[in-house]
């Protein structure tokens, strides 16, 4: 099969892979779309890339093949959660896999076939086609409907997204369903015109003007009733503090290694709720079926579809800051 791996410095070659074969368990997924998540950009600009090995986390396709599965069936659509464990501790009783101490990731989307465990293994429904369901069953939605329903967000919330890349843009699409106004940040243009697209009743680009006093200023003063931190950047962490009102809730998603806050003026005198929120769980994704079956939109998070062939131009694309959502489509 050929699969797409990250060769260092930005480099994406596709190469001859042996055919995955399925160990009891597992079904044998051949990928009908695997989509490019902002997490793979450390490794794909990294001088290693990704050491030869296979990436990509978001995926659909079917099921070709079974070996011992319960459940699963040759034929089957399927969406990957790629969060497995033990299937048995208190975490995985709950579906949340990735809190299990044997947790591990089923890596290996931007390929042609995969070996999924039978707990990777979500319904796609037939009526979902494989573009939405990519968006449906993974981060893009996946995380941020998470993050939203934990901070209980709702029609009456002014919320800041700080960051749109796609799990920003992800959370704007669920904002825009829920009917919440929104006020989206980001330093790229094209970003911030998708965001507009998307429903963002203004957009801030931080570079032209203070975010936090911008929020303030449309807020009456007040401030947002929720900030989201969306961006691997530093700075947001302390803009997502500063710009809610008292009693605000801030969620922390975008990943990043260190920033700094004064909890006392920033955090406690504010008295403020914050939750940080990683992934989702099977759960979730029945509930994000049942908004899609009541309107939920994302075919405008998607704005280029590449073949695998075409893999180098696709995170090229990506890397550029100009996109949404790039998808590595099957037969594209
Ligand atoms: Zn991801
Ligand atoms: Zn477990």
């Known amino acids: 099969m050929l699969g797409a791996v990250f060769a ?10 042996p055919d ?24 794909y600009h990294s001088p290693d890339g990704s050491n030869g090995e296979l990436l990509g986390h978001e995926m659909v396709g079917d099921v070709i ?10 034929g089957d659509r399927v969406a990957l959660q790629i969060m497995t464990g033990c299937g048995h501790c208190y975490y995985c009783s709950r579906g949340d896999f990735e809190h ?13 076939l995969i070996a999924a465990p039978e707990m990777c293994c979500l319904p796609l429904p037939e009526d979902v086609n494989w573009e939405r369901g990519v968006l449906l069953g993974g981060d893009t939605i996946g995380t941020t409907y ?15 997204v700080l960051g749109c890349g796609p799990i920003g843009l992800g959370m704007l699409a669920l904002l825009r369903f829920i009917g919440a106004r929104a006020i989206a940040v980001d330093i790229s243009p094209y970003r911030r015109k998708l ?35 969306c961006s691997p950047t530093q700075g947001t962490i302390t803009a997502a503090l500063n710009c809610v009102r008292k009693f605000g809730r801030v ?7 260190e920033a700094v806050i004064h909890p006392s003026n920033q955090f406690i005198r504010k008295e403020i709720e914050a939750v940080g929120s990683w992934y989702y769980n099977p759960s979730d994704y029945f509930e994000i079926m049942q908004l ?41």
């Open 8 to 17: 260092g410095n930005g480099k994406v070659e596709v190469r001859e892979f």
């Open 100 to 112: 299990c101490k044997d947790m591990d990731y089923l890596i290996g989307g931007h390929a042609e």
């Open 146 to 160: 998470r993050t939203l329903h934990r901070l209980g967000v709702n029609a009456f919330d002014t919320v800041a």
């Open 195 to 229: 965001a507009q697209k998307l429903g963002a009743s203004r957009v801030i680009d931080p570079e032209a003007e203070d975010p936090v006093a911008s929020i303030s200023d449309l807020t009456d003063g007040a401030g947002a009733d929720v900030a989201l931190d």
């Open 20 to 43: 995955p074969d399925p160990k009891p368990g597992e079904a044998l997924v051949r990928i009908a779309v695997s989509a490019i998540c902002g997490s793979e950009l450390h490794s």
């Open 65 to 74: 093949a079974v070996n011992q599965t319960c459940h699963v069936k040759k």
């Open 251 to 257: 969620g922390f998603v975008g990943e990043k290694g």
């Open 292 to 332: 899609y079956r009541r309107g939920l939109h994302v075919d405008d998070l998607i704005t280029h579809r590449f073949p695998m062939t075409k893999a180098d131009e696709a995170f090229a694309t990506f890397a550029s800051g100009e996109s949404g959502k790039v998808l590595i489509v099957r037969g594209a």
